[in-house]
């Protein structure tokens, strides 16, 4: 199996920057893309952002488009999210998955089946 290991998250002031890390380990051969979901309480959870692991592809949910980036090094089997114009709205948990399968559903949180124990970004107003 992988495992993830988000990192980079905490409090930032609405309009500054922040960037998470999440670190691949075990196995990841079968790895088809990575994914950035975020959660805030009492809401679902919701996608963010995906890259394809081989040819890297991109995906944005629509709140990030423009302002957030996703980028991976495979040397370090790590994936990053560059979130960049923040504001409060963006205040969530955010998770980070490994989708291993090719079906269709990349803004789908069914679709990826392992995740990392996730990182709290806040965004003050």
């Known amino acids: 199996q992988v495992q993830l290991v988000e990192s980079g998250g905490g409090l930032v002031q609405a309009g500054g920057s922040l960037r998470l890390s999440c670190a691949a380990s075990g196995r990841t051969v079968n790895v088809y893309a990575m994914g950035w979901f975020r959660q805030a309480p009492g809401k679902e959870r919701k996608f963010v952002a995906a890259?394809?692991?081989?040819?890297?592809?991109?995906y944005y949910g629509d709140s990030v488009k423009g302002r957030f980036t996703i980028f991976r090094d495979i040397a370090k089997n790590t994936v990053y999210l560059q979130m960049d114009s923040l504001v409060p709205e963006d205040t969530a948990v955010y998770y980070c998955?490994?989708?291993?399968?090719?079906?269709?559903?990349?803004?789908?949180?069914?679709?990826?089946?392992?995740w990392g124990q996730g990182t709290q970004v806040t965004v003050s107003s």
């Open positions: 890259i394809t692991w081989s040819g890297g592809s991109t």
């Open positions: 998955a490994a989708k291993v399968t090719v079906v269709p559903g990349m803004t789908l949180p069914s679709r990826y089946s392992v």
